[in-house]
C-alpha cells in the first residue's frame, strides 16, 4: 500500500526534529505486495472471500481496514486480480457513505513492459516492491516520503499502525519488523528472529528446520511476555509487516541486493548484521491465512462464540462489499 495524495504526502511521517513524535493528524504511508497465487483457479490469497460460511468478506478487507480507518489516509495496492480489483473498487467507493477519511485506493497491478526486465512478473515480495520503485522516484508528489510501511494482503489481524510507526521512529530504526511470540507446533512455518535486549534483530531465519529451529529459541520476556508465557512461546517469529527508511528501502533493493526477491528470508536476513532492525511486538489476534488448511481452519475458528477474532465488533467495524453467495459444499474430499 503505498500513499497516493499529494496533500497528505508532504505530510506522511515528516516529524518534528524538536519532538519526533508521530501526530495522529499525519499519515502513514506503505506499498502492499501480494504474495505468491494459490488454488487451481489462480486466485491471490487476499483475494479469497473469509468467513466462508455467510461469503461476505475477502481476505484483504483484514489488512486494508485497519490502515484506512486508524492512521493511513491514502493507500495503493498492487495485485494482479480482476476479481480483488472488483472488490476494492465496490467497498472502497468514497461516494456510497462510508468514511474512510480523506483518501482514496488506487491499484498498481502487474504488468509487463517492452525491456528484458520488463518481461517477468513479480518474482517475490521484495521483487514486487523492486518494480514500482518509480512510485517514489519519478513522482515528484512521493519523494518527501520517509517512511514506507509494507503490509501482506494473506493475513487476518487488527492492529493500530500508529503505535508500530513510532516504535520505528523512536528507535531511529532503519527497519522496524512487527512479530508475535510463537509455539513450537507452529515456528517451524514462520521467520524467525533473536533479539537483544534492546528489541534490535541480531539473527534472522526464514523457516528454520531442525538444529536450526532450536537455536532461534529466545527469552521471548524481553518482549514484555510473563515467565510461564515466554516459556510456552518460546520463538519470535515475523508476520510480515514492515516499516521502512524510503531512501534504505530504495538503495536496499536497486544497488544492495538487486537479485533478492524475497523480502523476509533474503533481504531482512541480510540487513541485520549492517543496519538498524528493531522488533515491535505485536501480542494479539493474528493468522497468517496463506495455505488452505490455515484458511480452513481460521474460518472455522470464526464460528465459535465468542470468536478470537471478531468482525463485528461496533468499536471497530469491518466494512465490506457483500455478495450473497451460498456457502462451501464439500462432498468426497478433504483439505490438506
Known sequence: MASCSSRLLSRVLKNSPNTQKYDKEQNSVGLEVPETMTSARNKLKSEISLDWYSSKKKGIDGTLQAPMLETPRADLKSF???????????????????????????????????????????????????????????????????????????????????????????????????????????????????????????????????????????????????????????????????????????????????????????????????????AYLFNDYWEDIGTIKSFFDTNLALTESPPKFEFYDPQTPFYTSSRFLPPVKLINAGIP
Open 80 to 278: 494482479n486480480s480482476f476479481s480483488l480489483n472488483r472488490h476494492l473498487s465496490w467497498t472502497y467507493n468514497f461516494d456510497n457513505g462510508v468514511s474512510f477519511g480523506d483518501g482514496f485506493v488506487e491499484v498498481l497491478a502487474a504488468t509487463q513492459t517492452p525491456g528484458e526486465a520488463g518481461k517477468r512478473w513479480f518474482q517475490g515480495t521484495a521483487d514486487a516492491i523492486r518494480q514500482f520503485i518509480w512510485v517514489f522516484e519519478a513522482n515528484a508528489k512521493n519523494k518527501n516520503v520517509e517512511n514506507i510501511l509494507i503490509l501482506s494482503g494473506d493475513h487476518l489481524h487488527w492492529m493500530n499502525y500508529m503505535n508500530f510507526v513510532q516504535k520505528h521512529i523512536d528507535t531511529n530504526a532503519d527497519i522496524t519488523v512487527s512479530c508475535v511470540p510463537m509455539d513450537d507446533s507452529r515456528a517451524s512455518s514462520c521467520g524467525l528472529m533473536t533479539i537483544d535486549r534492546i528489541g534490535r534483530i541480531i539473527q534472522f531465519a526464514g523457516k528454520p528446520k531442525g538444529n536450526e529451529l532450536k537455536a532461534m529459541q529466545v527469552d521471548s520476556t524481553l518482549l514484555g511476555l510473563s515467565k510461564q508465557d515466554a516459556v510456552n512461546l518460546p520463538y519470535i517469529a515475523s508476520m510480515g509487516i514492515y516499516v521502512c527508511k524510503t531512501d534504505v528501502l530504495l538503495k536496499l533493493l536497486r544497488w544492495s541486493y538487486p537479485s533478492c526477491n524475497d523480502f523476509g528470508s533474503e533481504i531482512i536476513s541480510s540487513t541485520v548484521a549492517e543496519h538498524n532492525v528493531q
